[in-house]
């Protein structure tokens, strides 16, 4: 179907992505303003559930994808060789908003693998893996998380230590990954690893994909203070990877891991269309505790609320970048 509408005018798309929505979900409620004191007082920064609920939230949200995907409005913008549809962003930004007016499927668990490692597989993996994972990824056929930090290498990227040793068509990756956001439920992952220790740390790195259902992955869940456990440690112990899994050039790892980051600007922090913003949140605290004629509040506030527009258009600016 993705083909048949590629040439619609922006009208007429957003009439289809109306009659689709409307056909498959239920109406928002018009959004009421936010009151102190009413709703979840959940204060986690991440969600936390319980196996079964994770489980349940995974496949509820697998399936909407899915039914996008296959009505033309999964991946949008992407390349019609891939999977998508070939349109500019304008057609992706009209079906944003106007899925943000029903009731859909929280889609928080493709949020790293669509908003981050997919562009990085469009940008630097071979045409074999885009085939086999792009479109896969989009419909949500699997799920895909990002491998970066370790023990001893967190916002010093370059420091890291899992290495990954060439033997003839494969690579054999040992080592240990941490701060993994949804590895429990992913299916594949990007990987970034030392392929040459003699070079500066900058330049001995490579990236791949590695499939996470491989002998020799274990993933185990980091229980926090809360009680959840949204993040894991992953270990890899001689998982083998074929080089068509490579992304980029040998040695290049540091530019592919620059291309995941510049697209987590785009892909991190931007609120479905239902929530409340933390602005607005605190907003309502302000006024709650009657403290609106406070001038450091006032001042504290005014900085918030540039600090979150500015967030906001460098969002935007880094979707027009890479879409």
Same mark, same amino acid.
């Given at each position: 179907?993705?083909?048949?509408?590629?040439?619609?005018?922006?009208?007429?798309?957003?009439?289809?992505?109306?009659?689709?929505?409307?056909?498959?979900? *239920?109406?928002?409620?018009?959004?009421?303003?936010? =009151?102190?004191?009413? @709703?979840?007082?959940?204060?986690?920064?991440?969600?936390?559930?319980?196996?079964?609920?994770?489980?349940?939230? =995974?496949?509820?949200?697998?399936?909407?994808?899915?039914? /996008?995907?296959?009505?033309?409005?999964?991946?949008?913008? @992407?390349?019609?060789?891939?999977?998508?549809?070939?349109?500019?962003? *304008?057609?992706?930004?009209?079906?944003? /908003?106007?899925?943000?007016?029903?009731?859909?499927?929280?889609?928080?668990?493709?949020?790293?693998?669509?908003?981050?490692?997919?562009?990085?597989?469009?940008?630097?993996?071979?045409?074999?893996?885009?085939?086999?994972?792009?479109? &896969? $990824?989009?419909?949500?056929?699997?799920?895909?998380?990002?491998?970066?930090? *370790?023990? @001893?290498?967190?916002?010093?990227?370059?420091?890291?230590?899992? /290495?990954?040793?060439?033997?003839?068509?494969?690579?054999?990756?040992?080592?240990?990954?941490?701060?993994?956001?949804?590895?429990?439920?992913?299916?594949?992952?990007?990987?970034?690893?030392?392929?040459?220790?003699?070079?500066?740390?900058?330049?001995?790195?490579?990236?791949?994909?590695?499939?996470?259902?491989?002998?020799?992955?274990?993933?185990?869940?980091?229980?926090?203070?809360?009680?959840?456990?949204?993040?894991?440690?992953?270990?890899?112990?001689?998982?083998?990877?074929?080089?068509?899994?490579?992304?980029?050039?040998?040695?290049?790892?540091?530019?592919?891991?620059?291309?995941?980051?510049?697209?987590?600007?785009?892909?991190? @922090?931007? &609120?479905?269309?239902?929530?409340?913003? $933390?602005?607005?949140? $605190?907003?309502? $605290?302000?006024?709650?505790?009657?403290?609106?004629?406070?001038?450091?509040?006032?001042?504290?506030?005014?900085?918030?609320?540039?600090?979150?527009?500015?967030?906001?258009?460098?969002?935007?600016?880094?979707?027009?970048?890479?879409?």
């Amino acid at each position: 179907m993705a083909s048949d509408l590629a040439n619609t005018t922006i009208e007429q798309f957003t009439a289809d992505a109306h009659k689709f929505l409307a056909a498959n979900a *239920e109406p928002r409620e018009s959004k009421k303003a936010f =009151v102190w004191g009413e @709703g979840s007082d959940n204060v986690s920064m991440f969600e936390e559930r319980s196996k079964q609920a994770e489980d349940e939230v =995974v496949n509820r949200a697998k399936q909407w994808r899915q039914q /996008k995907f296959d009505a033309g409005f999964g991946w949008i913008s @992407g390349p019609e060789q891939y999977g998508g549809r070939g349109l500019s962003n *304008e057609f992706e930004k009209a079906y944003s /908003k106007a899925e943000a007016q029903y009731k859909v499927a929280n889609q928080s668990i493709f949020q790293i693998g669509l908003g981050m490692v997919a562009p990085t597989i469009l940008a630097h993996a071979s045409d074999f893996a885009r085939e086999k994972f792009l479109r &896969a $990824m989009w419909r949500a056929d699997i799920v895909a998380c990002q491998l970066f930090s *370790e023990p @001893g290498a967190g916002s010093d990227l370059a420091s890291l230590q899992t /290495k990954a040793e060439r033997d003839g068509d494969e690579w054999v990756i040992t080592g240990q990954k941490v701060w993994t956001s949804g590895a429990q439920y992913s299916d594949i992952g990007e990987v970034i690893c030392r392929t040459d220790p003699s070079l500066p740390k900058h330049k001995g790195m490579t990236g791949f994909i590695v499939d996470m259902h491989a002998a020799g992955v274990e993933i185990r869940l980091l229980r926090q203070m809360t009680g959840g456990a949204s993040f894991n440690e992953v270990f890899f112990n001689e998982v083998r990877v074929p080089d068509s899994y490579r992304l980029g050039e040998v040695n290049n790892g540091w530019g592919v891991a620059l291309t995941t980051l510049m697209n987590e600007r785009a892909a991190i @922090g931007t &609120a479905s269309g239902g929530e409340t913003s $933390m602005f607005t949140r $605190m907003q309502a $605290m302000v006024h709650h505790f009657g403290m609106t004629d406070d001038p450091i509040v006032r001042e504290k506030m005014a900085d918030l609320f540039i600090r979150t527009k500015v967030a906001g258009y460098n969002n935007q600016r880094a979707m027009d970048k890479i879409r």
